[in-house]
Every structure is written in structure tokens, then in C-alpha cells.
């Protein structure tokens, strides 16, 4: 009956997590258009990347690290998450994407559901056991709502602490907070956007043998992504000592990179040509363009999330791959759009399940495929760096 | 690149497993269509639970602990299975099925799955680590073929060995024998019956507490199923010393049972009955009479599975609960189809897969939250009792 008690607990955690990812998701509406109808805000992007930087550093400094405190304190909880990290990550995303940068916003989502979530350990005088708990939920809630997947969501609040095990301490608070979150945003008449598989052949050895080979290269690209956006960050940290002014340089870069290829094709979240990818051939190199400008955002200190790029990454990548591999084109986005996602995470089983539930089950069972294997062609260390390995791949 | 060597061996092990589980159905298929035609053939199923008996004591008794050997192999490696499990389930399953015994099918093709699968590790001189994951993939490709769900059938391999957590070193070979094992039974032109939830209200608060509800009456019902079931071996094995004769026991009660009611709607597999709880409103007794039947037909020593008798329990019972909360009858029937086996296999995400792969996304949201809410509420003893406990459920 113990368990019982986790309903309202999680439910409020919920409530909190799909209120900010509906307020998160109306701001960065907001955001896309304005920066869409104004176009010259890009070339403010340098000095809003110093505006973010100064915001962390002169009030951020406790929740810098983002996502992964969160991931420390589940694993060793120490002491209640600042709740200023909800409204410096939120502006931050904002200001991002108002001008420009190429980002997402699962990491907005997760920060803000957890930092929420964790607020109600104080009043209720939790102990660090079940503080874990309360932010595991806080987790899946944040990212069940924001993508509108609450079985996903329910699921990477478990998968995404560690690499190759996964623990059902919190199943069901997950599972609770996750649901009451997506109802929360819809609650809110915040809408997703809808992808569409339009054909799905009946699996035959071909599309095995297919997926497994897609899967190989999402799970390289992922690889790929995670390691060069530690590494623009490493980059950064040693030829720019003063924080502020590396999301600076780097908004001048991104800045110049618009203006030299002409399209502003690859900054924000891209959910338009996300959506194309679904519909038509997109040329072969949408993925290594939208890398190379999210890279460069998020590893100079721009705040957002991976995640969203990760699927444009991968739905486009999957796009190409169509010219390669004997499947049709809207299918292989929805495995990249997942599979990329599930190697750069670490998280197989929660991007299978958003495949069931963007896509549905018969694409599913590709996406399945392909996810297992990008996750197992994505080597050990994976866009969280506090994620731990409860397994090692290989 | 170590990895890939695992595609011939996983495909090899799943073309075994889908090649026995084909004949498993197609033997199934006949002994039910000729225990239909042939009424009398009940009055023979205790001399037929005899005869189980004696080809297990004679044959079998390094193979009789059956699925729960299985699981002890995996956890602690010791000797390759011996072959014979194989054509001795299958038999024992056809009698069984044949004579009139309430029973599944699941563990047989477990069974074959995983001995057929080990037999390559003799030629190969695998080592035990390697032993144990084609023992995985053997679990995951019988699981597969024999219901027609390979994702669920690849996380089942590895949710079954613990209860609460989910270890991802097979996760690989799994999907591959999955996949492999679910295309080989089709390629053999075996069907699957198919299973439809007619209405799917999007997911609401009220829906979510029903889900809740309903998953604890499914928890406790898979709870009493594992512990009746148990008590009544533990009971035949306490008053009947010589093994063969306690199935024939078991026979001569399920058949005056049979003839007390006047029926033979709660003996086999019952398949005709589970579509019908799609369908329409059933009797709100039928799960507990399935229950009855199956508890004496497998704690007395008849040979087959516990998972279809469950999914009659659960989806009757799913029917019977739409007299009292507010969802269709169909929906709550595929819930309880999934979620009573969750709960007594102790599997919610397989469970909440194979949701998604019968009935499509929408119902597997539903059925998720019943998943783990019947895990939860199932206790720590379920049908395997092999299973170890890897985190507590509360």
C-alpha cells in the first residue's frame, strides 16, 4: 500500500513537469516564429549567447551542469536541486532559439521536471531514497510531455541513468508522473507535431538485415555527435578562460555559417524539414549540416537540448539512407529520427517505445531493430557524460 | 565487430526456435480440432496424464523442471540442456492439449526454443557467458514465434530471469533470435490468431485511475494464480508420492469437472473464448472457472505453458471489469490479456510490448499503466519460480 502513496506524489510531479513543458513549448513557438518573421535577430545571436553565458555565471553557477546533476543527484543524492534552474533553463532555451542557435529542448524539459519535482522533498521531508525516486519521475514527466510520448517518457526516466541495465525501483512512479504530464501539456492545449510513416512493409529478411545496417550508421553518427560537441566544448574551455564569452564566439560562428551557406535551414529546432523528411527526398547532407551548427551551439554553452536535433539528424540521415537501402524513405526517418537518438542516450527500449507511439507498432518493429543497434554502434560514452555503465555494450 | 559474429548464431537459434513453434501451433491446432470432433477423447485425459508422467519419469527427469531449468542455466551455467526436452515438451504439450488439459504454450516453446538453441554451443564450445546469451536468444525466439510479437519476445528473454531490473548484455542476440524466430513460424505459413480492440477513448484522467484499478484486480489474480498453482503440485506432490499418477489424478478431476458443469469451454488453450471477450460481454465468472482449471490441469504435472490460460484469465476478467469502470470492454480485455501475465511473469515491459504489438499504441498506453501496476501488485512469487529477485518491488 506504500505504493499508493507514489500516485499523488508522482502526479503532482507531473502536474509541474507538463505545466513547463507546455510553457516551454508555447515560449519556443513564440521564439521560432519571431525569429522566422524577423530575420535580422540571428545576427544578435553573439551577444545573447554572452546574455546566457553571464545569466549562468553570475546566478547558474549551481545548475550549470544541467542534465547531468540531475543524473548525479539520482545517483548520489546529495542535496535538493536549486529551483532557479527551472527559469534560468527556460530563458536560456528562449533565448537560443529566439536568435538563432540550433538546439533542442528534451534537456529543458528534463531539467525543469526534475528541478520541480524535487521542490516537493523539501516541504514533505523526503529521504534520499526516495528523493531519487521523486526525480526519476520528475525526468520521465519532463520528457513525456514535452515529446507527447508518455511510455517513452515513463521508460528514460530509468534507462537513461545508466548504460546497458535498467532498474525498476521507480517503474511506477515514472509511469504515473509521465502520464499526468502529457495530460498536463494537452491540458494546457499545447499540441504535438505529428509525424507520419506513410508505408511499412511486412518485415521480411531484407528489412532485418536493412534495419541492422541503418542501425550501424545511426549509431556512428550518434557516436560521432557526442564525442565532436564534448569536444568543441573541451576546445572552448581551454582557448576561452572567461565563460560568457564562449557561447559569444560561438553565436559568431553559427552567425556566419548562416550567412556563408544562405539557409537558415539548420538553426532552431528544425521541425519543418523534420517533417519533410517524412514526405520527400531531402538532399544527402541536411544531417552533416545540422551536426556541425548543433555542435557548435550546445558545445559553446548555448542551453536547449540534444535532443531535438538528434532527430533531425536522424530522420534526414535516415531520409539519404533511402538512396542506399531498400526501404521506403518515410520509414528510415522514423527509425533515424529514434535510432540516432537511442545511440547519442543510450536508451534502446524508451526510443523504440516513442517509435511505437509516433509512428506506430509495424514501424516500430524497424525501429526496434535499428535503435538496438545504433545503441550498440555508439560507443560508452554518450551525450550525458554522468550516466553511468551498469554493462558494458561489448 | 564482435557483435556481428552474434547475427548468424541469434538467426540460427531463431530459425530452430520458429521452425519448433510452427510445428507446436500446428500440433495444438490438431489436437484441439480433434478434441472437438471427438468428445470422448476427455474421458481418456487421466490415463493420458498417466502416460505424460511415465515419459517424464522414464525420459525426462534431467528436463522436467522445464522453464524454471532454463532460467537456473542462464543465472549459473552449468550443463548443456539436454536435447530430448524437446521432442518430450512437445509431446507432453499434444497430449496434453489433446486430452482436454487447460493449458498454454508459452513454456513449450521457451523450452524448445532455448534446448535447440544450445545444442549450437556444443559444436562451437561456447563459454558459459556466451551459453548464457544463446540461451537468451533461445527464451526470446520461442517467446516470439509462438505469439507473433517479436519485441515483446526480445525483452522477455530479458525480463524474465530477474524480477525489477533488466540487464542489457543479450539485448542484441535477443532482438535478432526474436526477429528471426517470429519470420521463420510465418515463413512456414503458420498464422497467429488476431485479437481486436474496437475502441480506444483518448487517454484521461478517468482513464488513467481505471487503468490503476484494474491492474491491481489483474495483480492480485496473476498473485493467486502463481500461488494456487504452486499449492496444488506442493499439495499432489505431498499425498501422491509416485509422480506419474498425480497428472493422472490431476486428469480424472478436470474431466468430472468438465462434466459437473457441462462444458468444454475452460479446457486447451480457450482461444475461441479470449476473441470473444474482444467482442462482446461474457460471463463474469469465466476467468475464475479458467483459473480452476489450469491451477489442477498444470500443478497435477500436465505439460504446456501458463501464458494463454492467463491471457483468458486476464482478457475474460478484463470483459467482467466493464461492469464496474468506465472503459470499453475490449480495451479492458486486451489490458487484462497482457497485464494478468505481466503480473504472474513478472514482465510489465515485455507485457506493455506485446500490448502494442496485438492491439496497436493507443491500447498499449493503457494497457502500460496496467502492466505495471499488475507488476507491482503481484507479489514476488510468480509462475517461474527460477526468477531471481533483482530489486525488490517495494
Known amino acids: 500500500m506504500q505504493l499508493l502513496r507514489w500516485i499523488p506524489l508522482a502526479t503532482l ?5 507538463g505545466t513547463a513543458s507546455a510553457l516551454l513549448l508555447v515560449s519556443l513557438n513564440l521564439a521560432t516564429t519571431l525569429r522566422e518573421n524577423h530575420p535580422w535577430l540571428l545576427y544578435l545571436l553573439a551577444p545573447a549567447g554572452l546574455v546566457v553565458g553571464l545569466l549562468y555565471r553570475h546566478f547558474g553557477a ?10 548525479d543527484e539520482i545517483h548520489n543524492p546529495q542535496a535538493v536541486i536549486p529551483l532557479r534552474m527551472t527559469p534560468l533553463i527556460l530563458l536560456g532555451t528562449f533565448i537560443t532559439h529566439l536568435f538563432g542557435g540550433s538546439a533542442g529542448r528534451e534537456g529543458t524539459a528534463i531539467q525543469t521536471g526534475a528541478s520541480l519535482a524535487d521542490q516537493l522533498s523539501i516541504p514533505l521531508r523526503l ?10 519521475a520528475g525526468v520521465s514527466a519532463g520528457f513525456a ?6 511510455l517513452a517518457g515513463a521508460v528514460f526516466g530509468l534507462e537513461v541513468l545508466a548504460i546497458g541495465s535498467l532498474s525498476y525501483e521507480a517503474l511506477f512512479p515514472c509511469f504515473i508522473a509521465a502520464f499526468a504530464g502529457d495530460l498536463t501539456t494537452r491540458a494546457w ?3 504535438h507535431t505529428l509525424y507520419q510513416v506513410s508505408s511499412v ?4 529478411v531484407r528489412g532485418i538485415l536493412s534495419s541492422i545496417a541503418a542501425g550501424i550508421v545511426f549509431g556512428l553518427i550518434a557516436m560521432a555527435f557526442a564525442r565532436t560537441t564534448h569536444a568543441v566544448s573541451a576546445f572552448a574551455k581551454r582557448h576561452i578562460a572567461y565563460a ?4 559569444f564566439a560561438g553565436g559568431i560562428l553559427v552567425t556566419l555559417a548562416v550567412l556563408a551557406i544562405g539557409t537558415t535551414r539548420y538553426i532552431g529546432l528544425g521541425i519543418p524539414t523534420i517533417v519533410a523528411s517524412f514526405q520527400t527526398r531531402l538532399p544527402i547532407y541536411d544531417f552533416a549540416a545540422k551536426f556541425l551548427f548543433t555542435a557548435l551551439t550546445l558545445g559553446t554553452g548555448f542551453k536547449g537540448g540534444e535532443v531535438t536535433p538528434l532527430f533531425f539528424i536522424g530522420s534526414t540521415l535516415g531520409n539519404a ?5 531498400p526501404l521506403p524513405p518515410s520509414l528510415l526517418a522514423g527509425m533515424g529520427f529514434v535510432a540516432v537518438f537511442a545511440g547519442a542516450a543510450n536508451t534502446p527500449i524508451a526510443s523504440t517505445l516513442m517509435a511505437v507511439e509516433l509512428f506506430g507498432a509495424e514501424a516500430g518493429a524497424y525501429a526496434g531493430i535499428a535503435c538496438v543497434v545504433s545503441y550498440l554502434f555508439s560507443g560508452h560514452s554518450g551525450i550525458y557524460h554522468a550516466q553511468r555503465i551498469g554493462n558494458s555494450k561489448y
Open 13 to 17: 510531479a507531473g502536474i509541474l513537469a
Open 62 to 71: 549551481s545548475v550549470e551542469a544541467g542534465s547531468n546533476l540531475i543524473i
Open 127 to 136: 529521504a534520499p531514497a526516495n528523493r531519487r525516486i521523486l526525480l526519476m
Open 145 to 150: 510531455s514535452v515529446f507527447g510520448t508518455p
Open 189 to 191: 492545449h499545447v499540441h
Open 201 to 204: 512493409p511486412a518485415v521480411d
Open 244 to 247: 560568457p564569452l564562449r557561447p
Open 321 to 325: 539512407l533511402s538512396n542506399l537501402l
